[in-house]
């Protein structure tokens, strides 16, 4: 997939582009379950008084 970046002067007038191939992806769902989990457990941690 082609990206068309706008390239901007001082005063936010459009001077010109660039194109930039972005490639497809899909994410991994496993993983990022995986990091959301682990991020949800480190919140726990410490927050208990006892």
């Known amino acids: 997939m082609t990206k068309e970046i706008p390239i901007l002067n001082l005063e ?9 191939e972005v490639p497809d992806f899909k994410p991994n769902m496993d993983v990022i379950h995986r990091y959301v989990v682990a991020f949800l457990a480190n919140q726990r941690q410490g927050t208990s008084s006892t």
Do not use: D, T
């Open 12 to 20: 936010g007038e459009k001077i010109g582009s660039l194109n930039i």
